[in-house]
């Protein structure tokens, strides 16, 4: 029988809310319970590179998300490299090799959905055959409306794989449950519909004080607050995004990488009813 892993999609409610450091968590968490495990992102825009033993090129934190899954960085989990130039011009790495310079307007309508998202999906097909489980980051916000429909790294790719989505959202910088109701409000009916929760990222405090507002947000939505993830400090190689990535510093050795992996996967499995993630995911 042919090798089919399940499917977790992690998107946030903006930039910086968390999607890689949650991704990276679940990535280790998955791989401790003994299923083989990859992290996948169909399209990123970082200037921090990863070089594979190959030469191929993807981005640093998606190398960062493998050594989580305990697996070897493939270009199949970042098949589309986007290296902002400026001037709304980025280098366009596709599975790892140099494909073309573009201008934003040249690869939302005459790229992304022509020739993108048909790569990104056979990428991920690839590693489908090889993993029981993918854990997959979007990109941004869901809820970017004026891209929507160019969005391959979201709600498009979610409806088309059918995986179950988990939203992100940072109460640290303020605007939190307001961040969580406006996105469930901006996305398609079809595309709520594959929400299944939210999981507050970066609290500090007491929890209890937070239940009011957690029964409101269920009560708006109709899903749930699938839990509150304290503030982890660590260090690790950042993204390219609004508050610098997961973490500042790009320069650590990769053998202390799982040092601080393990800190982010403890905060979520305390944080996060696993049995119930396992059964979401189909294990």
């Known amino acids: 029988m042919t090798r089919r892993a399940k499917l977790l999609m992690i998107q946030g409610t903006s930039s910086g809310a968390g999607k890689s450091t949650v991704a990276m968590g679940f990535c280790r968490l998955f791989s401790d319970q003994g299923y083989k495990v990859a992290p996948f992102k169909a399209q990123n825009m970082s200037s921090n590179f990863y070089t594979t033993v190959d030469g191929l090129k993807m981005a ?39 494909y073309s310079e ?46 929507a429909k160019y969005d391959i790294a979201n709600m498009l790719l979610a409806q088309k794989v059918k995986a179950p989505v988990i939203i992100v959202a ?16 901006l996305l398609r009916p079809l595309h709520r519909k594959l929400v299944k929760g939210f999981l507050i990222n970066k609290f500090r405090g007491d929890i209890t004080i937070l239940d009011p507002a957690l029964k409101e947000i269920r009560k708006m939505t109709r899903k749930p607050v699938l839990g509150v993830i304290p503030k982890v400090v660590f260090d690790l190689p950042a993204e390219d995004s609004l508050d ?40």
Request: proline letters at 4%; aromatic letters at 6%.
């Open 60 to 98: 640093l934190v998606q190398a960062v998300q493998a050594a989580a899954a305990r697996s070897p960085p493939d270009t199949d989990m970042n098949p589309i490299l986007l290296k902002p130039l400026g001037d709304y011009r980025s280098t366009v790495f596709l599975n790892g090799r140099f």
């Open 102 to 147: 573009m201008h934003a307007k040249e690869y939302y309508e005459k790229f992304v959905l022509e020739q993108g998202f048909s790569i990104a999906l056979k990428a991920l097909d690839n590693l489908r055959r090889k993993n029981d489980v993918i854990v997959i980051e979007g990109a941004g916000s869901p809820a970017e409306i004026n891209i």
């Open 170 to 185: 940072d109460i640290e910088r303020g605007g939190c449950f307001a961040s969580i109701i406006g996105t469930i409000q």
């Open 244 to 283: 610098g990535g997961i973490a500042a510093r790009t320069d650590l050795p990769e053998e202390s990488w799982n040092r601080q992996i393990d800190l982010v996967a403890k905060a979520i499995r305390e944080s996060v009813d696993m049995q119930g993630m396992k059964e979401m995911v189909g294990l």
